[in-house]
């Protein structure tokens, strides 16, 4: 079993629709929780961070962890087919150095 | 320069011949990882730079690759004698400190080498 599990879609939304994408873990260890958003033949681009229980926000995206549950989701609000991207959390533990455990990823599909 | 580069982008290469992807991070920034990206796998940490501290080596998945870091700066990845299950994206990031600063810092990430093994 991997310690981070992601639905790899794809998912296919219209144009103005609210997106949830999920993400649980197995290690307790993880104390910070990253999404990346990945264009196609592009690298990640750090989205959103956060490291504490609770939600976040940053324009029409929220993260949101749930350390109780392993559970972290982002969610995109007023969804733009700009949005269109492969979507990975990922989660690292203090003292492994910046190593990152990834999620498969989620590709979303904003259609106009 | 203004983000972390790579090179090639793609390499094509046969079975059981070496290969070695390079990686320029942005300047100044004293940590540089390695990843793969793979259909079905996502992506998975292959390797670690910090500093002048010794490379966290604990995702490299066999002992046909290894990586090197000159100068604090570029770093190479070689793959010897490859196989078809090398096939891959591999993606170079880089940070500013790592684990010498508080927490984590954000990792900036190159475009990838596309690496296909006939």
């Known amino acids: 079993q991997k310690e981070v599990e992601q639905d790899p879609g794809p998912l296919s939304v219209p144009e103005g629709a609210i997106v949830s994408l999920n993400c649980t873990y197995s290690?307790?260890?993880?104390?910070?929780f990253m999404w990346y958003r990945q264009y196609s033949r592009k690298g990640p681009e750090l989205l959103m961070y956060?490291?504490?229980?609770g939600n976040k926000e940053d324009g029409r995206f929220t993260a949101q962890v749930d350390k109780s549950s392993k559970y972290i989701s982002l969610f995109i609000r007023d969804s733009q087919p700009s949005d269109s991207a492969t979507y990975l959390c990922?989660?690292?533990?203090?003292?492994?150095?910046?190593?990152?455990?990834f999620g498969q990823g989620t590709e979303l599909s904003v259609k106009p | 320069g203004a983000g972390v580069s790579q090179s090639p982008s793609n390499k094509v290469t046969e079975k059981g011949k070496d290969v070695e992807l390079r990686c320029d991070p942005i300047?100044?920034?004293?940590?540089l990882y390695w990843y793969r990206q793979s259909l079905g796998q996502g992506l998975e940490f292959l390797i670690y730079?910090?500093?002048?501290?010794?490379?966290?080596k604990s995702g490299l998945p066999s002992d046909r690759f290894s990586a090197e870091r000159t100068g604090g700066s570029v770093s190479t990845l070689t793959i010897q004698r490859t196989q078809q299950e090398d096939s891959a994206v591999y993606l170079c990031?880089?940070?500013?400190?790592?684990?010498?600063?508080?927490?984590?810092?954000?990792?900036?990430f190159g475009p990838g080498t596309r690496l296909t093994v006939l």
């Open positions: 990031a880089s940070s500013l400190q790592g684990t010498s600063g508080s927490g984590t810092d954000t990792q900036y």
């Open positions: 290690n307790s260890a993880f104390q910070y």
């Open positions: 956060t490291y504490s229980s």
């Open positions: 990922a989660m690292s533990v203090y003292n492994q150095g910046g190593k990152l455990i």
């Open positions: 300047s100044g920034h004293t940590a």
């Open positions: 730079f910090q500093g002048n501290s010794a490379p966290d």
